[in-house]
Every structure is written in C-alpha cells, then in structure tokens.
C-alpha cells in the first residue's frame, strides 16, 4: 500500500506564499518521479511542477520563476514552494508520485486527495 499524504493548502492574499507538502507512505522500493498538478475550476489537471529522481525538474509555464519544487528523498517528500501567488492559482492541487512498491515491482502511479489553495483578490 502506498498513500500521498498533502498538507500546507489553504487561503491566501495575493502576493502572498504558501508551501505544499506531500509525504509518500507504504511498501516503497523507490519513487521515480514526483511532483505537483492541479485543476483549475472548470479545467483539465494540469502540471505544476515535477521531476523524475535525479532530473530536472519541469514546470508549467504559468508558474515558472515563481513556484519551486524540492525533494527530500529520505522522507519520500516533495515540497512545492508558491511564491507571488495570484487568483489565477487558485486550484485544487494534487500530489502525484510514480512508486515502485516492494509488494508489486512495478511503476504505479499514485495521487494525492486533493488540497484546495484559494488565492483572494
């Protein structure tokens, strides 16, 4: 079994910061890729930000220079750091991780719930 826990969504003013956090859990082996999507009202998912283990990291265009993904391997986390953050980011954004679990060796993808950011005018 392997769960993305989310954390650090909520309301902000614009300008203002949030900071995502997403912790995988279970049976992992390893994690190929990890990152951020969302889905803007009444839109398709779309990426925020992802990256393969030890490659670079890409992001959607909308949120280049302003949003920053990390990783800390050894707690199978990613952190997505929202800089300047307008009404146009508001979304829900859901973790996505690529899990290789020791019960089933191969590469499953695997989503988070699901954590609403609200950015006001």
């Known amino acids: 079994q392997v769960q993305l826990v989310e954390s650090g969504g909520g309301l902000v003013q614009a300008g203002g910061s949030l900071r995502l956090s997403c912790a995988a859990s279970g049976s992992i082996f390893a994690i190929t890729a990890m990152g951020w999507f969302r889905q803007l009202p009444g839109k398709q998912r779309e990426l925020v930000a992802a990256a393969r283990s030890g490659g670079p990291t890409d992001y959607g265009d909308s949120v280049k220079g302003r949003f920053t993904l990390s990783r800390d391997g050894a707690k199978n986390t990613v952190h997505l750091q929202m800089n300047s953050l307008n009404p146009e980011d508001t979304a829900i954004y859901y973790c996505?991780?690529?899990?290789?679990?020791?019960?089933?060796?191969?590469?499953?993808?695997?989503w988070g719930q699901g954590t609403q950011v609200t950015v006001s005018s």
């Open positions: 996505n991780a690529n899990v290789l679990s020791f019960t089933d060796l191969r590469p499953t993808e695997y």
